[in-house]
């Protein structure tokens, strides 16, 4: 590792002196038919060596523009208006596609959001590595390998050297994205872009490749821009972040400083949206921005912020605010920055938040609504052999829920998460009778549902409906939000037919969207907005249960807080019971009364959310909690990562499906032979708390919390 | 397309008049497609003059054989000594504006054979390609399995077979485009329904527990529209072409009236004493096709880009 530390200090001396990157007063602007629209504008700043840059903000705010701009790939119809782009003392701005290529030779390397489309499908994984090498700097094809299969290694890739035979498909996403990181690192760059590296990836994933990142920039003295939307992402990675809103940079600082005391009412605001891990709905709130960024072409003349900030005075209209120099060294584009404490901040009075009332819900036991004793689903899978083709081959199956057992109490909500692939998709479309289940129980009301929804009555089907995660897909572009909201109501009859107007404007309205929107199609509205539509959608034939499949999950943070208040609201209203999944387990903790761990169609753990989320932990709970990026750089997470991969769900592990990754298997005898031979009992803790794990729970309450507050210097 | 359409309309009425200007506007976006719109107008409106005024009786012989064209007769004259300018205006009838039906009565119905025909084929295709994408499994497998085996057959013995088992006539020329062109459109449309159903608000309606039949025509095929009217255009081109060929081959539309396809026929018998007889019906059916083409080319041009 020395010699290899050496070769990377080789660049070093090149530029000593200045910055890697200086962007100053960048303005980036598109052509379009109409004239142009400028994306991006007053942008600056600056990238020292071995630094790592955060650029964070909501999704159209720019920030991948600017990344463009730098490597010139902004389009045919894009070009830096104005400002200049330095990069090692040299502007990069007005230069011809040859002349930047010069310039940049092989200095400048960026990571993607999706490592799939990074990498060539046809292309084993070994010789793309080899190309940047044989092709940039002319090495020959043995010495590419060796110094490829160096990186790899130091990127934590498993067995580099069979790596290099395979392709990319045969290698999981988060393993993907380590090879594209070490391709970008082959050529030593003095700058590694990375735009949303780890968005797609599994949290207990996107956890090791964080610790990478954050590993190499520290080993390779590389400048690191780093953009992301997630605020505990950028906490852990990044020493100094920039945050951006609509086109503009509104504040620049380090890391401590940003997060301990934002500045910008954006900022701030953007702290307020995101439920901080543990916190629950009864004992917090969370308090969205109003509004949504404008869009390029009406952006305000005054401080661009002003319609949605809460201290907007008259100075904020008129006059554009220039980004200051506070006298603690952060920058921010406020004309009343220093004078705002958001210690002093009060929701503004149009923001309704949902009247959650504290412990009213938990008076006496509710009645179970629905009770699910060991579901099974299994999808069948067509084998490839002569035989499987004749049908007389071994069945196989692709074992997607096994045994899940759990009930949900009237009015209440079970959270559910787990990574991708672990079946609480599969759960609840079996729940909702889009699949036929395999095996067990499952009563809703008194009534079976184990059949899929031909076997369900109209009054059964009304009552159970379902929200969906893709907000661009919920609906149906050729109909008006109106049709679509009042469809449920006519094919149930809920309502009479000439009242279904009214009753759909009533629902808008509950949904905090006006009488205006009726006539509307999906196209004129936002992403936020048409979550709420399909929100209202599935509410209009007023069902018992909802299921929610990742309804926040591809929104902003700040639409996010305002779409998780409504369903509260919803819940506190007609008391609702809800089934929700996520991934973001902050999200569930906040937003449920019990959750579910899963693992592999497996329910590891279940019981009351403050249960989960604080010892005894399963194992598997203990290791997601610990990935959680969290926005809030004084808290100490306790470090546990997971090792390899989720293994296939045909042939799942035998006894314990967790036993190939669990952490904690020593603390059994002959290392937890027992996990792989039998299926472990669940432990019953008292109040619905229930373990699936071998180790004993005297063992399993010895462990510390994950998240502990820093000591205060 | 009115799917629980609410009882006040009032409101929005001034958005769907807006609506259709938007979608007649973005035609004028293009410059290829406002060229094929013109083409296309322009035969269009000689046809509906034509069924009011022409120069002379399209099927009388007034006047000398195989004339070249001169004052009198701007296009000339063919073998029987009828006047080509009029009968080419008249031919546009057929093609794109009226329908005779089969019988003595003499019935004629709005709309040319070319576009019967393609609307055949689209309703047929539709059904089909919908039931196959939405239903899957089996169904998906003989209809496709039926269909591919049509396409096998090369499309002119498939005329050939479809005219000579009926008698000659219009409804019998629509028969045939439908047959032939419904293959096509049914994987059109299927290709695009596989994509619709895996939407989630497929999924909504399903959890809804709607019927089928309602999924796949209120829900999936609205959404499939665009680039089913696109092919559409294209696919009347091509059935102008095919009218032309069967008019060629003297077993298309049964005469007196004239077609385009019958007068290129009938001029080549003479094209040594007179060449200029196969040249305007000739080109009106270049010209039609072309147009549909552009036309179809440019919306398709102007629906896929990204808007503004």
């Known amino acids: ?713 | 397309m009115t799917v629980a359409q609410p009882t006040a309309t009032v409101s929005s009425k001034p958005s769907r008049l807006k609506k259709a200007w938007e979608g007649i506007s973005i035609v004028f976006e293009s410059r290829v497609a406002t060229v094929g719109l013109i083409i296309v107008l322009f035969w269009f409106a000689l046809g509906i003059i034509s069924l009011f005024w022409t120069p002379y009786p399209p099927n009388a012989n007034l006047f000398e054989q195989n004339l070249p064209p001169n004052t009198t007769n701007w296009l000339g004259t063919d073998h029987l000594g009828r006047d080509i300018t009029s009968r080419l205006m008249t031919g546009t009838q057929v093609v794109l504006l009226k329908t005779r039906l089969p019988g003595d009565l003499g019935i004629v119905i709005p709309g040319g054979v070319a576009l019967w025909g393609v609307f055949g084929a689209l309703v047929v295709g539709a059904f089909l390609g919908l039931n196959a994408a939405y239903r899957g499994g089996w169904w998906d497998q003989s209809i496709m399995q039926v269909l591919d085996a049509l396409v096998a057959f090369p499309a002119i013995v498939l005329y050939l077979v479809i005219i000579t088992a009926f008698e000659q006539g219009d409804v019998v020329v629509i028969f045939a485009i439908t047959i032939t062109g419904a293959p096509g459109v049914a994987r059109l449309v299927r290709s695009l329904a596989l994509d619709i159903k895996t939407r989630d608000y497929i999924r909504a309606a399903e959890t809804r527990g709607e019927k089928v039949s309602y999924i796949m025509f209120k829900e999936i095929f609205p959404n499939a529209r665009g680039p089913i009217l696109v092919d559409a255009m294209l696919r009347v081109g091509y059935a102008i072409f095919m009218i032309g060929t069967l008019g060629f081959l003297g077993i298309g539309l049964p005469p007196p009236d004239p077609d385009w396809g019958s007068m290129v026929n009938e001029a080549r018998k003479f094209i040594f004493l007179n060449p200029w007889g196969v040249i305007p019906p000739a080109v009106a059916i270049a010209s039609l096709v072309v147009g549909l083409n552009l036309f179809a080319d440019g919306l398709r041009e102007e629906l896929t880009r990204y808007q503004k």
């Open chain 1, 1 to 713: 590792m020395a010699e290899a530390a050496m070769d990377w200090t080789v660049n070093k001396n090149l530029s000593d002196a200045g910055p890697v990157l200086k962007i100053e007063e960048v303005a980036v602007a598109y052509k379009v038919r109409h004239g142009e629209i400028v994306a991006v504008q007053n942008v600056s700043f600056e990238i020292k060596r071995g630094e790592s840059y955060g650029i964070v903000g909501e999704s159209g705010c720019g920030k991948s523009t600017v990344a463009w701009a730098i490597v010139n790939f902004l389009g045919a119809n894009g070009y830096v208006k104005a400002g200049s782009i330095k990069f090692l003392g040299q502007d990069l701005v007005g230069k011809t596609g040859e002349e930047l290529r010069k310039l940049r030779g092989d200095q400048i390397a960026m990571v993607y959001q999706d490592p799939m489309q990074a990498l060539n499908p046809s292309m084993k994984l070994g010789d793309q590595m080899k190309e940047v090498l044989t092709v940039h700097r002319g090495m020959s094809d043995a010495d590419a390998a060796k110094r490829c299969i160096e990186m790899l290694d130091r990127v934590y890739m498993p067995d580099a050297a069979n790596v290099m035979k395979r392709y990319p498909h045969q290698i999981s996403g988060g393993q993907q994205q380590r090879v594209v990181i070490a391709m970008a690192l082959l050529n030593n760059p003095a700058l590694l872009i990375m735009d949303e590296p780890t968005t797609a990836l599994d949290v207990t994933v996107e956890a090791a490749v964080l610790d990478l990142i954050a590993e190499l920039r520290r080993d390779f003295d590389t400048a690191i821009m780093y953009i992301t939307h997630n605020l505990g992402v950028v906490a852990r990675v990044c020493n100094r972040v920039g945050v951006m809103y609509a086109g503009e940079m509104v504040e620049r600082g380090t890391v401590e400083q940003i997060f301990k005391k934002p500045q910008h009412p954006y900022t701030q605001g953007l702290m307020r949206c995101v439920p901080k891990l543990g916190a629950d709905k009864a004992s917090s709130m969370l308090y969205p921005i109003i509004g949504r960024v404008p869009p390029p072409r009406n952006r305000p003349i005054g401080c661009i912020f002003n319609p949605r900030c809460d201290y907007t005075q008259d100075r904020c209209i008129e006059e554009r605010p220039q980004l200051r120099d506070m006298p603690n060294g952060v920058s921010v584009r406020c004309h009343f920055a220093g004078e705002i404490d958001p210690a002093q901040w009060t929701p503004p009075e149009e923001l309704k938040l949902p009247s959650i009332s504290g412990g009213d819900g938990d008076n006496g036991e509710a009645e179970p609504i629905l009770t699910v004793n060991g579901l099974k689903k299994y999808y069948p899978v067509q084998g490839s052999s002569l035989k499987d083709l004749l049908g007389r081959g071994p069945k196989r199956y692709v074992k997607a829920v096994e045994d899940a057992t759990f009930s949900v109490k009237k009015g209440k909500t079970l959270g559910i998460v787990g990574e991708s692939g672990c079946g609480k998709s599969t759960l609840i479309k079996t729940l909702i009778g889009l699949e036929e289940s395999t095996a067990g129980e499952a009563q809703f009301l008194g009534f079976d549902i184990t059949g899929d929804l031909s076997t369900r009555n109209k009054q059964l089907i009304q009552e159970l409906q379902m929200v969906f995660q893709n907000p661009d897909s919920t609906m149906n572009p050729s109909y008006s939000v109106g049709q679509q909201i009042g469809r449920p109501m006519i094919r149930f009859g809920t309502v009479p037919k000439n009242q279904v107007r009214d009753e759909v404007i009533k629902l808008l309205q509950a949904m905090r969207l006006g009488e205006n929107y009726y006539d509307r199609l999906p196209r004129q509205l936002s992403g936020g907005e048409k979550q709420r539509v399909g929100i209202a959608r599935a509410l209009a034939s007023s069902p018992n249960v909802v299921l929610c499949d990742e309804p926040v999950s591809a929104l902003d943070v700040s639409v996010q807080a305002a779409i998780l208040n409504l369903l509260l609201d919803v819940q506190a209203e007609s008391g609702t019971t809800m089934i929700f999944i996520a991934h973001d387990l902050s999200v569930v903790r906040f937003f449920s009364d019990d959750v579910a761990v899963m693992y592999l169609g497996q329910i590891m753990e279940i019981g009351p959310a403050d249960a989960i989320y604080a010892p005894p932990y399963h194992p598997y709970t203990e290791a997601l909690l610990s990935a959680v990026p969290i926005p809030d750089p004084t808290i100490q997470q306790k470090h546990i990562r997971l090792e390899g991969n989720v293994p296939s769900a045909i042939s799942p592990p035998s006894g314990c499906r967790f036993h190939t990754r669990c952490p904690r298997r020593h603390l059994l005898p002959n290392n937890g032979k027992i996990c792989e031979e039998e299926l472990p009992p669940w432990r019953e803790i008292g109040d619905g708390h229930r373990i699936f794990c071998h180790i004993p729970l005297e063992t399993l309450r010895t462990f510390d919390p994950i998240i502990t507050q820093k000591e205060e210097d």
